[in-house]
């Protein structure tokens, strides 16, 4: 550190060449994030100070935190869910198994999720002393069923089923998974990172949620479809119950206990989702999905003109394309400035639709594909 400090300008222009040096969404095809909705970035600024890791002191802001999580719960089948607003998809699901392990008592535990899981599952298995069973999927990338009865035996503690894969956008047969876990007496989390805020907004309808029973535990992100400030997502348990195992005493905090990963945790994020929410209501997301599915047909479409297939037909914003050469033409689309990201099984080409595309942008794209194919 400099002894003596800089001035506000020279320290923004030291912001500014870093801000250069980072990838504007407009040509990102590759992540789930986007630039969050204006009001969500007001609301954010306003609330930067506030710490719900102590929220005695911050009242307002819980009150708002219970109000998202009461909103989210709507959409998700439950309006008397609860929970709290996380850091993310990946403190959502690691919560949601310790729960289901701190409840269950078993010595030598273990989870089945489906092959399609994301990674955070690999960081749950290290972190928590789970084992992690994946089961194969059928030829629509949905788990399958068999695959999931024959990994369960004694020490199995939940399942995990997924509401929008990260790589494929697919849902699995959450009620089929909820039947079997309802037989077995096993917790069943669904991981809605990305679907939660897609799904209820599909033309198509899908059961995913609470309503669904057997479903115990939801992961939705606001940081993700909900346009909401980064870091924010969602972890919604069916019963209050479901919280007290994660609680730890809290003596010189204003509050008697903590039930979240982090100690310190952001209250903006809270009030930029509640902002974001309120916003919008449900006829604004189901318009930016509406857009963003409409965009996602039309990059099919285009696709197809250049004798190139979606593996599956897309459930959500989320494609992936089976292009020849994929690295060869990912590397020469990146020369044209864009992201573009990979499937693992089989790989292929991962495009993610998400609202910073314009249609401009998706035409130019798709040009620059075909160009690339050639
Ligand atoms: C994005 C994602 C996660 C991880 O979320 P983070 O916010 O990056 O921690 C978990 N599960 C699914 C299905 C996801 O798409």
């Not at 095809?29 to 009001?39: D, E, K, N, Q, V």
């Amino acid at each position: 550190m400099n002894q003596k400090g800089l001035t506000e300008k020279e320290v923004l222009a030291l912001l500014n060449n870093a801000l250069q040096k980072d990838t504007s969404y407009e040509k990102v095809l590759s992540a789930m994030c986007t630039r969050p909705h204006p009001i969500a970035v007001k609301a954010h600024m306003q609330f930067i100070a506030s710490n719900m890791g102590d929220f005695g002191l911050f009242t307002g802001t819980r009150e708002l935190e219970e109000k998202v999580i009461r909103m989210m719960g709507g959409m998700l089948g439950d309006r008397n869910a609860c929970g709290y607003i996380t850091t993310g998809g990946t403190e959502s699901n690691i919560q949601a198994l310790r729960t289901a392990r701190n409840l269950s008592k078993k010595r030598h535990p273990n989870v089945v999720v489906p092959d399609s899981a994301h990674f955070s599952f690999d960081k749950i298995a290290n972190l928590l002393g789970i084992e992690i069973r994946k089961a194969s999927l059928d030829s629509e990338f949905k788990v399958e069923m068999d695959s999931v009865n024959a990994l369960i035996d004694d020490n199995t503690i939940a399942l995990v089923g997924i509401a929008g894969s990260t790589e494929f956008g697919q849902v699995d047969p959450i009620g089929r998974l909820a039947e079997v876990a309802l037989s077995n007496n096993l917790f069943l989390h669904v991981d809605a990172a990305f679907g939660g805020f897609v799904i209820p907004f599909l033309d198509k309808k899908y059961d995913f949620d609470f309503s669904i029973k057997g479903v115990t535990s939801i992961t939705s992100d606001p940081h993700k479809m909900g346009l909401s400030t980064i870091p924010a997502g969602g972890l919604l348990f069916r019963e209050k119950a479901c919280l007290l195992p994660l609680e730890i005493d809290t003596p010189y905090l204003t509050i008697r206990a903590q039930h979240s990963l982090t100690g310190t945790r952001s209250g903006a994020a809270v009030a930029a989702a509640y902002a974001v929410m309120m916003h919008l209501g449900s006829e604004g997301y189901r318009e930016i999905v509406g857009r963003c599915m409409k965009m996602t047909r039309r990059l099919v479409s285009g696709a197809e003109e250049f004798g190139v297939e979606p593996l599956i037909e897309p459930v959500m914003n989320i494609v992936a394309l089976d292009v020849p050469d994929l690295d060869g033409v990912r590397k020469k689309l990146r020369q044209k400035g864009w992201s573009t990201s990979i499937t693992r099984n089989p790989r292929a080409m991962r495009l993610i639709i998400m609202p910073h595309l314009s249609e401009e942008a998706l035409e130019l794209f798709i040009s620059d594909l075909g160009e690339c194919l050639r």
